[in-house]
């Protein structure tokens, strides 16, 4: 049976950025998909791209500074960078959405939420102020929020975090869009709130067939939430595969250093710590970026990028080491 | 059991809220509640809560820079919650606090040697040579070179801003260091290596810590006993093991579960508890933790729950456990 | 290992100048002043006469090949009087910022520190001060004092000083929050200690926006306290007492409040351009 065609491709994606000191490859031929109704994570540490990869399928990267290089990223079959603008616009919030880490700063200080939330539905539907309101209700129902009618009434400072959070959920998914980009939503929260909204989404994954990039940098909720993952290092991906194989089998050995750093599966001792830092974005060193900080680094490393290959069936790694020669 | 280094008992902490002219009477923010808590040499004690639990308060108290409202705190014998003055920058060369932020915890306009040695230029321990000298150690036990003492913080990063954190901490070779989320801004690699750092530091100089912190995975690698808080108290201390084999309180249990383990062959209901963190302003009757009590029972409205010790070491504050 | 060390002040600076330079308003009101600075500098040894010389047989001529500017009613040559007066001017400037902004800070640094009613208290004097127009209270200021160049200096800082203590104590509420501070604080640091080396370092930026911004002020102020009588006595050659001299010639011999006016205003205005591009320059730079 042919897989069906994922619902997000992103190929070869490249993003610049000008700063001061030089330009600075903040994305380097990224590429990933995403699958229709699956929750995909996407996971790095500080400056690894993953959060200008997920802006930048929206097309909200500020143009100068930032420029995309090269690259196509389909939805649904269109190259979403070969758009016009008004197209693009249509598909934000419609077909296309997103939520942030910090809801207190996308969500307007000055307007109620009620007023919020349906000026996002008049925006993409022709529908009269009540019924805007009746789905407002309905969605903030979907998000497991007491009181809808006294949510709608409030202003965003009188909420919590944790509730912020589910307000933009709701909003931003109250036109079904097929796939929501979630940046980092819950690791402003605190741990309990964080656990019930990742139970939101994945409820909400399941029953619509709602399609999830989560980013974070937190393995522990890549484990517990995504059906695949990809993990980036540096501007590029290394590695993505399906969750199970990821943690059993981590293929890169970024990955695999990253897994050994956690806290809480050795039990006390020593951890496992990558030597070095990352390298910055203005200068990337030649061949494979993480090179200088791989224990296994080989000669050959230095010389060429990586291509991505497949080891396993939903398991492909970009690593001059695995396929064949080195341990995997 | 030795004598513990560090003795807090009934500690209490409340903020105003500040009303304007209008509002009826005055409403009270209860950020510590009568919290005991004690830390023996060389061993650290893990504090955990989330928002609004008292951790850092309880922190802040202890290094004095809140005064707290009433309860002791004893250190190596010493009362620290009256002291003033004098006295009280004496009783701070043995204390020390290494902060979360990497980016403000270091003063962007000073030199790392003159960040480092300060400690020992306030308290007049040394002078000239000798500060940039012990300076200079303490850096290389952090694992940063001498180069560094003539640098700016803005020239490190996160990870080094916060080894630099802990050298100024251990330049006057405190008996106690509070550690208040210090590697909560920190990605899980760097965390690693910092969390090796203070290991390998205090077994080498047998350093006292409380380590405060919302991430349990982290809490449960460095810590020997955990303390538990919620809303201004805590709820449960045990050691380590024990907290994680057989948590005792409600809270703990709910805590634990929600935590997403880095594992998904082990896939479980995330969302134990309903409802945000409430803020301890308007504290319920009885059991402050009751209402999101999936095991509340008739009592835990009506009055505080006692405290009880199921085993050597472990306490917990719940009706629940009442014997008989 | 990281680049280069350089003091962050440093550092900021030469970032700072190198993003002025792209800014036009900023180049032009820079440029203005180096002028200025150049001329007073220079005045020495760029003014043809000595500026008090008299020589009646040559008063009130026009500007011509002789006398770039012309002459005053007692024969003495204006340009250079207007080089000399631009030493004054730029000196006086510097010098009410200098005592101004060093008051203004110490204050405001410990009021914003301390807080509570010491904060209540320092702030409501400032107020009070700052509740009268500038001029005005210079004018009281420097009259009660009696009419001298250097009591017209203290009257201008005197009344600059709030500024500076309003903007230095909103910093240090904002730096006394710091982690940074709340270390030395419990590495046993006094008051004292964390004022000098943690606040006043940490609140230079604002500073020196608003020093370069009040500059202009200043040299107005003075500029105009010497008009009215009050502040450079004759035969000083300051800006603001030469226009008060010309005013009487003003109809025929135009030139003489004329060119004195004209650099006053050039110079504030070249301090003005360059104190609002650096502040649009440095205020959210300082963010990153």
Redesign the interface.
Known sequence: MPTPEPLLDIRDLSVSFATYQGRAMVLDRASLSVNRGEIMGLVGETGCGKSVLSRAVLRIIASPPGRIDGGEIFFEGRDLLALPKKAMRRLRGDRISMIFQEPMSSLNPVFTVGNQMREVIRAHRDVSRAEAEAVCLEMLDAVRLPEPGAVLAAYPHELSGGMRQRVMIAMELSCRPALLLADEPTTALDVTVQGQILAILSELSAREGLSILLVTHDMGVVAQVCRRVAVMYAGQVVEVADVESLFARPAHPYTRGLIASIPGRADGGELYAIPGSVPSPINPPPGCRFHSRCPQAAPDCRLAVPEMVRVAPDHAVACHLCPGGGRP | MSDPLLLVANLCKSFPLGGGFFSGGKRVLKAVDGVDLSVSRGETLGLVG??GSGKSTVGNCI???LDPDSGSIAFDGVELAELSGEA???A??R???V???PQ???????TVGG?VS??LR??GLARGRELRERAAAALSEVGLGP?CL???P??????QRQRI?LA?ALV?DPAFVVMDEPTSAL???????I??LM?GLQAKRGHAYLFIS?????V???SRRIAVMYLGAIVETAPTSALFDSPAHPYTR??L?????????I???????????PSPVDLPPGCRFHPRCPEAMAVCAREAPPTVSLAPGHDVVCHLHRPG | MPPRTLHPALRELALTLRILSRNPSAVMGGTIIAVMVFLALGAPFLAPYDPVKLSLPERLLAPGAEHFFGTDELGRDIFSRVLYGARISLSIGLFVIAVAGGIGALIGAASGYFGGRIDSVVMRVMDVILSFPSLVLALALAAALGPSLINAIFATAFVMIPKFARMVRGEALAVREMPFVAASRVAGAGHAFIIRRHILPNCLNSAIVLATLTLGDAILIAASLSFIGLGAQPPTPEWGAMIASGRKFLMDQWWYATFPGFFILVTVIGFNILGDALRDVLDPRIRR
Request: proline share 6%; net charge positive; hydrophobic share 40%.
């Open positions: 989330e928002s290094l004095r820079l009280l920058t004496k701070r060369a204390m020390q606090v902060f979360q932020d403000s915890s270091l003063d962007p306009r000073m960040i300060l400690p306030v308290q180069e003539s640098r700016y803005h020239e490190f990063s996160g990870g954190g100024r006057a990605d899980v690699s760097v965390q690693a290596q969390l090796n290991a919302h991430d349990l995975t982290v449960r690698h460095v709910a805590l579960a929600s935590v997403p383990l880095p594992d998904p062959r896939r479980r209901n995330l969302a134990r508890l309903t409802g945000d963190v």
